[in-house]
């Protein structure tokens, strides 16, 4: 934990809860769950744009087509959580927020926008929502990110994890979709 403090990549977590705000875009219509039975985990499956893809080293993977001029480009994924747990649901939360940061460019750093405990049926969980800062090619760009740690009955917790570049920021709004229908199997 001490080293993830450290890390000039990201910033300690707000000391007051911080809800998720309404994203810009409109909502991609989901075609109902994708069911995550390894992480113990359901959420929406997109329907158009998003695509299912091989998942590994995740359970589940959809994706958002390729754009022209980048590598990037929307990610949703779960998988039981790939870092040590920790004493508290918040700190696993923070610990895997830092580990995310291998799935975009390696200057990136983060900006909190929500943080907040989540409650997923019965069981408990944290919800962090994050700005990515990053360049491409001297160009600054940013992505928007969430992720939610649910304290499922498993070894491990389960990590959904969402981000979307600002090339594709018509779909933002989807992270909100994502993040108030994650369901326990």
């Not at 299912?52 to 087509?65: E, G, H, K, V």
Request: contains cysteine; hydrophobic residues 40%.
């Amino acid at each position: 934990m001490q080293a993830a403090l450290s890390d000039p990549r990201l910033r300690e977590l707000p000391e007051r809860d911080r809800g998720l705000r309404r994203l810009y875009g409109r909502p991609t219509a989901a075609r109902g769950l994708l069911k995550d039975d390894r992480s113990g985990v359901a959420l929406p499956r997109f329907a158009k744009v998003w695509k299912l893809t091989p998942a590994s080293p995740f359970t589940t993977r959809q994706m958002l087509p390729k754009i022209n001029g980048t590598s990037f480009r929307g990610l949703l994924v779960t998988c039981p959580v790939p870092i040590p747990v920790q004493e508290s649901v918040r700190d696993t939360a923070f610990l895997a927020a830092r580990w995310t940061l291998n799935h975009h460019p390696s200057d990136a750093t983060i900006s909190w926008t929500a943080s907040q405990p989540l409650k997923v049926g019965e069981r408990d969980g944290w919800l962090l929502g994050y700005t990515v800062n990053y360049k491409i090619r001297g160009k600054k760009r940013q992505s928007m990110a969430a992720l939610a740690l649910v304290d499922v009955a498993r070894d491990k917790p389960a990590l959904v994890f969402v981000t979307i570049p600002d090339t594709q920021r018509a779909h933002w709004r989807d992270i909100n979709t994502v993040m108030s229908r994650i369901r326990v199997l």
